[in-house]
């Protein structure tokens, strides 16, 4: 097989990516070995941070050797293929010899240490989809868009049914919104899911709640779907079609609400609309959390002074409810300047995917920064109660091998796009322009 050639630039360091990624990882740490503060001030057992360190150090590693990957082989179908099934029999292999873990079963033990398999196919859905999708010259969008979703499924199914609801939720929205990057006609595209999105949430809430008000949701999107239809000629097939995905999502989440669900998974929608619930609820953990970061305050209470985590209040506190534990420690001064840096490093990666010639790097990128995005988000919004409570880690911060190295694998994929001479020029152009 011949491969095309690829002009690179010298590798170098890009800051706006090197630099907030260390100092988060650095953070991490420190909030890390803050949790294993004792009450009488000395340090317990640090196991868990030296591990991290371990798994930095490896992920950073890794980082750096991707940066050197010529990364234009990946639209080899021939270097994805191996990529994919890896992933399945990865995923399949934690039905067969995954450990039972708080009822569930997520991870596989290599060698003492815990990998978890969810967080790999994060990153395959994004190369897969790329992938796929730089065949569109060749063939149709729309059937790019089929085989994609046909090639997600496996995962998704996969990884729901560990069970991991949140994780193969958020596989499913990274496939679709690297998927809809790869679409033409984004004015177009944008408008049909907001239309398609507005009647599935009404039919859902208002099926859930009873509360007919939700019904101004889906009349909104009905008159979007009227005007659309009446703009163009060429949009008519397109928004009708979402309009009746749209009706069809909302149906099909009643019944999946209903009768497909787990209980703790309702019981988590339930704690997230009322969290003030008994302490013996799946709302406590969230109600600890909410007071661990209000007691911060403005500058926190410093290291390790935590008092929710260190009597064990807060739970989870090294991994699921780490940033309440640095919020209650360094206060809103520190958790601001953290979402500023989780920030640059999103906006770094956006803005290249934008300014990308390449829709092929441009997909990977733009999955990339989403995948950071949710994760953030999701765990974030999390701590604070304004979403359901679910299993997301935060990237860097968490402690965990595999989330932890496969963030610093995205990172390293970006790096060597944005050494990829014509984009990294690309990109540039754009940030002079600010």
Not at 41 to 67: A, E, H
Not at 85 to 110: E, K
Not at 128 to 138: G, M, P, V, Y
């Amino acid at each position: 097989m011949k491969l095309k050639s690829e002009k690179q630039k010298k590798v170098k360091a890009d800051l706006y990516l090197l630099i907030p990624t260390v100092l988060i990882s650095f953070i991490g740490l420190i909030t890390l070995l803050s949790t294993t503060i004792e009450s009488n001030g000395q340090f317990g057992d640090i196991s868990i941070v030296r591990k991290q360190v371990i798994f930095l150090i490896i992920g950073f590693f890794i980082y750096f050797l991707v940066t050197f990957f010529k990364i234009s082989l990946l639209k080899y179908i021939q270097f994805i293929i191996p990529i994919y099934f890896l992933t399945i029999i990865l995923l399949i292999a934690v039905y067969f010899f995954g450990p039972v873990i708080n009822n569930v079963q997520r991870w596989l033990v290599i060698g003492g240490v815990q990998l978890q398999p969810s967080e790999i196919a994060k990153v395959t859905v994004i190369l897969t989809t790329a992938c796929i999708f730089s065949f569109k010259e060749k063939y149709n969008q729309w059937i790019l868009l089929l085989i994609s979703f046909i090639a997600v499924l496996p995962i998704f199914l996969l990884v729901y049914f560990e069970p991991a609801g949140s994780m193969s939720l958020l596989i499913l929205l990274i496939w679709f919104l690297v998927a809809f990057t790869g679409l033409s006609n984004q004015l177009r595209n944008s408008i049909a899911l907001i239309i398609a999105g507005s009647l599935a949430i009404s039919i859902f809430l208002v099926s859930f709640s009873g509360n007919w008000l939700y019904v101004l949701i889906g009349i909104i999107g009905a008159l979007i779907w009227i005007f659309s239809f009446y703009f163009r000629d060429n949009w008519r097939i397109v928004v009708s079609v979402s309009a009746c995905i749209g009706i069809f999502l909302g149906f099909v989440s009643m019944f999946l609400y209903k009768d497909v669900l787990r209980d703790y998974q309702k019981n988590r929608i339930e704690a997230f609309l009322n969290p003030t619930q008994s302490t013996q609820d799946i709302g406590f953990n969230v109600n600890q959390a909410r007071i661990a970061i209000g007691s911060g305050q403005i500058l926190g209470k410093g290291f390790g002074n935590g008092t929710q985590s260190k009597r064990d209040f807060l739970p989870e506190h090294q991994t699921d409810f780490i940033f309440a534990s640095f919020a209650e420690e360094f206060g809103l001064v520190g958790s601001l300047f953290l979402l500023v840096l989780y920030g640059i490093i999103i906006i770094r990666i956006l803005t290249i995917g934008i300014s990308s010639s390449d829709s092929f790097y441009s997909m990977i990128l733009i999955g990339i920064a989403m995948k950071i995005l949710f994760e953030v988000f999701i765990n974030i919004g999390t701590n604070l109660g304004v979403i359901p409570a679910t299993g997301i880690p935060l990237p860097l911060m968490s402690a965990g091998g595999t989330i932890t190295i496969m963030t610093l694998f995205s990172l390293g994929i970006v790096q060597s796009i944005i050494n990829t001479k014509d984009i990294y020029q690309n990109s540039e152009n754009i940030i002079d322009n600010y």
